[in-house]
Each structure stands twice: as structure tokens, then as C-alpha cells.
């Protein structure tokens, strides 16, 4: 039985081997890389000023009088009456503006906390605990993800007339506590932010399962929460068919039906459209205090187990 040995390659001199020459790498930024880049930054500019440019033109058209918002100079300076407009808008129909606002902040606002801790609490309950038919009726929760909130409006409308909650504060607000993506979403936050071992911990110590939820795991899910809270919060803020379903007294519509009926009656009285324009403006601030206060919680909700 014969072996061979392996041949290595050696220098023409006799030396030691010397390894093959190798292509020189290209420098990272050439003119392809400064092509790229140039695209992709025109890209971004592009989209930045497609999303930017409707909140410019409210932001100027809320300062203008109503021939000057049917006219050419909207991004003007001049026909300047920001004051004059809120004061109109805060006086029309009796202060319906400023009910319009407090009906909002309390679907939204309370709607948000309350069904963010339900989501956060099922969410909780789907990750640490193991009961029958877990997974089916999790994936019950999934289908509701799947289902459109306008399919439920008529059979949510059909259930409030039955038990007379129809043109009531509550036939709004309750549809709006259950979220099923809410919970699909607390159930992730809760196995990236809750480990097992500080609660297997906390029941050494002698809690119980509700005492180590709201002291120990409530606490850790703390950006999970604010996540949730702001997705419902934005959802509520912007909800319009629901309350058009369920309401008929304008006294408990929201800002975003209100808003619909005024700009349904500019057609016969224009003088609504500046009205209608400073107070579309009007009902973003919430929002945005909301996510500028909260963004650092909401950033690490977003990340929540992904590094491990």
C-alpha cells in the first residue's frame, strides 16, 4: 500500500513556500458607493417631503381666513389669523368643538389605559401560565387580529340595542377595550421582558400570583404597556366609523366625526372649512405630545427580546 504526501507550493529560489497574490481590495466609497448613496439620500428627501408637505399646508392653511384659503397663497405670510380662527372655532354651535375634544380624551385617553392593561394582563397570562386549550383559544385571539374593526361595528351596533346602550358614552368606549393585537403583542413583550426565574423568585418569597404580577412583573412589562397603550391611543384618537355606528347626538361625538359633520355642512357654509382646518390641526397635538413624551419607553417596548 503506497502513500502520497502532499506537494506545497515553494518560491522559484528554492525558499519557503509563498502564498498566491491576492486582488487588492477596492476602496469602500467609490463612485458606485457615492451612486448608492446619493440615490438612497434622494429616496429618503423624496419620501420626507411627500409625508411632510399636508401637515406644512395645514399648519399654514389654520392661519388663514376663509378667501384666503380659497385663494393661490396659502404659504404666504400675510392673512395671518391663527387668533381669529380659534376664537371662531371654540365659539361655533355653542363650544361643540371643545365638547368634541373632552369626548376624544376620554375614549382615547381612558379607552387606552384600561384596555392596555387588559391586553397587557391577557398578554401576561398567555406567556407564563399553561391552562387548557391555551393555544387554541390564543390563536381565537389572532383570528380576531385578522378580522377589520369595520366588519364588528353593525354586529357591535346589533349587541348595544339590544341591552339600549346605542347613543350612550359607553357604547364607544367599551367596543374599544378589547384589542386583540393588543394582547398578541404583550404576549411577546412579556417572554422578552419577564424572566421565569424572578417569578419562580417572588413565589419563593411567599407572593402570590397577583401580588407578583402587579409588584415584580407589571413593573418589568413597563415599556411593553406604553407600547400597547400608544397603539391603542392612536387607534381610539383616529376611530370614526364605530362612533358614527353607535352615535347620534353630536354632545358625545369625537373629534374625528365632529370634524366629518362640519366639512359635510362647508358645502351650504364655507364657513366652516377654516374652522374645519384649524381644528383637524388642533387634534394632532395630542398625539404628538404623547409620542415625543413617551418615545423612549416606546423604543425599548419595540425592541423588547431581541437581543438575548
Not at 14 to 40: D, E, I
Not at 192 to 197: F, K, L, M, S
Request: charged fraction near 10%; avoid cysteine.
Amino acid at each position: 500500500m503506497t502513500t502520497t504526501t502532499p506537494i506545497t507550493p515553494t518560491s522559484p529560489s528554492g525558499g519557503p513556500p509563498t502564498k498566491p497574490p491576492t486582488k487588492p481590495l477596492g476602496r469602500p466609497f467609490g463612485k458606485s458607493g457615492l451612486t448608492s448613496r446619493g440615490v438612497a439620500n434622494a429616496v429618503i428627501l423624496i419620501a420626507a417631503l411627500y409625508t411632510m408637505m399636508p401637515a406644512l399646508w395645514l399648519l399654514f392653511a389654520s392661519t388663514k381666513n376663509a378667501d384666503a384659503l380659497f385663494g393661490s397663497d396659502i404659504f404666504s405670510l400675510g392673512d395671518f389669523s391663527l387668533s381669529r380662527n380659534l376664537s371662531d372655532l371654540f365659539a361655533m354651535d355653542g363650544g361643540l368643538y371643545g365638547e368634541w375634544y373632552l369626548n376624544s380624551l376620554l375614549y382615547a385617553v381612558g379607552g387606552a389605559l384600561v384596555g392596555s392593561l387588559i391586553s397587557v394582563s391577557a398578554g401576561y397570562a398567555f406567556d407564563k401560565y399553561e391552562f387548557r386549550h391555551k393555544e387554541k383559544l390564543f390563536g381565537l385571539v389572532l383570528t380576531g387580529v385578522m378580522v377589520p374593526q369595520t366588519v364588528l361595528a353593525l354586529p357591535l351596533y346589533l349587541v348595544a340595542s339590544e341591552i339600549g346602550l346605542v347613543n350612550t358614552f359607553w357604547a364607544v368606549f367599551v367596543p374599544v377595550l378589547f384589542n386583540p393585537f393588543g394582547v398578541y403583542l404583550a404576549r411577546l413583550l412579556s417572554s422578552g421582558y419577564v424572566p421565569n426565574e424572578v417569578l419562580e423568585a417572588s413565589r419563593v418569597d411567599g407572593a402570590g400570583e397577583l401580588q407578583t404580577y402587579v409588584r415584580v412583573s407589571l413593573r418589568m412589562l413597563g415599556p411593553g404597556f406604553v407600547t400597547v397603550f400608544l397603539f391603542q391611543l392612536t387607534a381610539i384618537w383616529n376611530n370614526f366609523f364605530l362612533p358614527m355606528v353607535m352615535l347620534s347626538d353630536q354632545h358625545l361625538y369625537p373629534l374625528s366625526l365632529g370634524l366629518y359633520t362640519w366639512n359635510s355642512s362647508a358645502t351650504v357654509s364655507p364657513e366652516y372649512y377654516p374652522l374645519v382646518v384649524i381644528g383637524s390641526l388642533l387634534a394632532v397635538v395630542p398625539l404628538i405630545v404623547a409620542f415625543v413624551t413617551l418615545q423612549r419607553y416606546w423604543k425599548s417596548g419595540l425592541t423588547a427580546g431581541s437581543v438575548k
